[in-house]
């Protein structure tokens, strides 16, 4: 199941650059695209909040 991204994002953009199929879009919070998430967890390790989480 993809990633998904909680309310306690702060929309710094640590995860984007981290994520290899950019599936995350900015906003407040950030989205990730389920349908290109590979759930990697490569974003959930870059956020200092710990805001992406599987889903």
């Given at each position: 199941m993809a990633y998904v991204i909680t309310d306690s994002c702060i929309a710094c953009g640590a995860c984007v650059s981290e994520c290899p199929v950019d599936a995350i879009a900015e906003g407040a919070p950030y989205t990730i695209d389920a349908d290109k998430c590979v759930d990697c967890g490569a974003?959930?390790?870059?956020c200092p909040v710990d805001a992406p989480v599987a889903g």
């Open positions: 974003c959930a390790g870059a």
